[in-house]
């Protein structure tokens, strides 16, 4: 399969590109740091993988639109990861406003520069290749979180975007799917100083959305006991809801000086 993966440098897009690279994928990768996206390249190759792996800001649609033509040329993309995301921290006005950026925009210019693509007709892509997105949300995206405003909020859009396109583009043999996942081991929660109940390593959380993707599960939101916490908590009356928010310890501890 012709697999496309951005933020593939760290966390759960890097695990996917390995995961892919075992079951013999051609990778087209992306990531912001040259460093640790060659370091995962390295590695999908000596599993047997063809990858090409580019520095691209995907806040950039010029930048994001021009990769993707040039992968697409190389070979016609049958799966496109979603994936890059960051965390806001400190909710202050530049983090917040990066946030949005690149949760919202960047994933914007992926999704979109994808389906323009997977419409176009090609005479290179086989009879019954697969046409699918796969956007990274979160669980974060379930609800209202006092914790992480803006990270909740950009995650809450791609889950009810990315659902809701599942619905308008099924009749054109599109699939879409969404990820929404818990606490897993990436540069984000390496910075957390929250608890983190039923943390993950990346490995396995790559694992369960690739046999969900192929299996074409709309939503794959994991574990179910988080997915259960925050849908109760999103379902509860706001005033409830809001209570409750005040007594959840913040991502990122302040610091005092």
Known sequence: MNTLITGASSGIGAALAVACAQRGDTLFLCGRDRARLDAVADDCRRRGATVRADVVDVADRAAVEAWMDACHACAPLERVFSNAGVGTGIEDEANVRATFAINVGGNLNVVLKALALFRQPDARRAADGVRQIVLTASIAGYGPLKSCPAYAAT??????????????????????????????????????????????????????ILARTDRNTGLIAFPWPMRLATWLLASLPFRVNEWINRLLPDKIAPRRD
């Open 155 to 208: 995650k809450s859009c791609l889950k009810t975007w990315g659902l809701s396109l599942r619905g308008m583009l099924a009749p054109e043999g599109i699939r879409v799917s969404v990820v929404c996942p818990g606490f897993v081991r990436s540069r984000i929660t390496d910075r957390n100083t929250c608890p983190m109940p039923f943390f993950m390593e990346a490995d396995r959380a790559a694992r369960i």
